[in-house]
Every structure is written in structure tokens, then in C-alpha cells.
């Protein structure tokens, strides 16, 4: 089932407002570090879904003249901010279990309360990830995706807590609570590092994967016309959904710029037709512009 991404996003707000509700009754009640930290990491994932709303609306507005390119890359800089809040709550909650670990202070009450939280928590939180993975793949949309990475950070740190809450109510070892909030408050950490990562990739024209760049160098030899003597500086990057790739294409002596023209178009349509929402441009020089291969930058070197 595919929506819109608007609709996807305010699917995650509304789960995330449901379960904040759930989390902090339950810690209330159980006095559990560990379920407080799930608490803050669902205020968190709200926090980044109100983001990723914004964002994937704002992103759909046509390119104006202050931005000729479109608005997609608000995306990256709101998972930017998602991966940075996660960063931030991880931190708090490893800094609230260390103090409980060295006082010795834990206060677990009502455990099985929290263990049915949790466990509500761990089962919807996956089922969410994976719808919003999934619209993500489909829209293309890295705000989605980092909204798809902060409940699946929820539904394995969920986990965590519950497999901690059930030690405790068997062996009575409060103090599980506290190490088991740390423990998963690292994940969280790498979770957001990795979120920030990519989305910095995107900020800063990271060139596409390798096998995208196969793809376009396919797509060129498949319908490479013998007047193509040569091309160099193929460079491509992604801005939101859309990937922007350039190239220079060299011709042989004696064909007109008419004919050059119209070969370069079926260039240009060979590689979007490999690659969705893709955009090309091509400069066309001639048979006397060839340089020595040597000369430049290995990225930029090609048939």
C-alpha cells in the first residue's frame, strides 16, 4: 500500500503522540529508568515525525527563482536534525542509568504494568517502521527513511527494556534496569550517527553508489553512436529524490551541431530511462577537445 508521503509522515506523528502517552504512564507507575528512556526516545521520534512532516511537505514545492533546484534537500537537513536529537536523548538517558547504577538507587514497582507497555510497544513500533520503510522506498524520501530508522531503533530498544523488565519480575535484580538503559542508549547512538551520515552525504553532492554509476556507464555504452569519440567529467549526486547527473561528450570531426544535439538527447534518454527521477545534461565539445586522460582527476576519466 503506497500514500503520500505527507500522509506517511502524519501516520508516525499520530502513533508517536499514542505511545509517549502509554510510555510515561508506565514509567510513573513502574519507577523504571529504562522505560523513561523509552519515554524521551518516543518524544524524540515525535519530534523528528513533526520534522519529517514539515519537511516532505516543503520538499514537494516546485523549484522558484531562490531555488532553482527545488527544495528536496530539506529532507536531509531534517533527518540531519533527527540524527542529532537521538544523539542528544541517548546521551541524557546513559547519564540518568550511570547515576542510578552508582547510587544504587532503583525503585522498580509494578512490573508487569510495564511489561505490557512494552510489549505493545515493541510489536506496534516495528509494524510503524515497516510501513514507513516501505513508503519511503517508494517516495524516495530520505526524512521518511530517517523517520523509518528512529522506530526501528524503538522497536529494538522496546525489546531491550522488556527482556530486562522480565529479569527483574523472576530474579528481582533491579538494577538490570539501569544497565540495560545504557546498553541500549549506545545503540541509539550509532543509530543517529549513521541517520546524520547519510543525510550529510546528500548536503555535501556525495556522488551516487557505485552500481549507479555502472548503470549510467551501461546505459552510455548501449547507445554510444560511432560520431561519440570520447566523454569525460561524468559526475552525478542526489538532491532528495532527484539525481542530477552531468557529463561532457566529445564528436567527431565533421558532424554538424544539429546532429551532435540530437545524439546527445538520445544519451540523455538512455541514461534517465536506466535511472528514475534522474536529470542529465550534457555539454557537447568536439573531436579537438579531447585532452589527455592522464591529465584529470581519476573520478572524471571515461571511455
Known sequence: MSITKP????????YNVVLIVAKLAAAILTGSVAMLSEALNSFIDLVASVIALVAVRRADVPADREHPYGHQKIESVAATIEGMLIVLVAGFIIFES?????????GIESV????????????????????????????????????????????????????????????GAEWVDSAVAIALSLFIIVT????????????????????????????????????????????ARTTGTRRYIEMHVQFRDGTSL???????????????GELRDAEVLIHVEPESSR?????????????
Open 258 to 272: 544539429e546532429q551532435a544535439h540530437g545524439l546527445a538527447h538520445g544519451l540523455r534518454n538512455a541514461i534517465e
Open 98 to 106: 550511570a547515576g542510578r547504577l552508582i547510587s544504587g538507587e532503583t
Open 112 to 171: 508487569g504494568i510495564g511489561i505490557v507497555v512494552i510489549a505493545f510497544s515493541t510489536v506496534s513500533a516495528a509494524a510503524v517502521a515497516l510501513f514507513l520503510r516501505e513508503q519511503a522506498r517508494v517516495h524516495r524520501s530520505p526524512a521518511l527513511e530517517g523517520d523509518a530508522a528512529h522506530l526501528s531503533a524503538d522497536a529494538i530498544t522496546s525489546f531491550g527494556v522488556l527482556l530486562g523488565l522480565v529479569a527483574i519480575q523472576i530474579t
Open 7 to 14: 500522509g506517511a509522515a502524519a501516520v508516525s506523528v499520530t
Open 192 to 235: 543517529g550517527i549513521n541517520i546524520i551520515r547519510k543525510a550529510a552525504g546528500i548536503l555535501v553532492d556525495e556522488t551516487l553508489p557505485a552500481e549507479e554509476m555502472d548503470r549510467i556507464e551501461e546505459a552510455i555504452a548501449r547507445v554510444r553512436p560511432p560520431e561519440v569519440v570520447g566523454y569525460h567529467k561524468l559526475r
Open 291 to 303: 585532452r589527455d586522460p592522464a591529465s584529470e582527476p581519476e573520478q572524471y576519466r571515461a571511455g
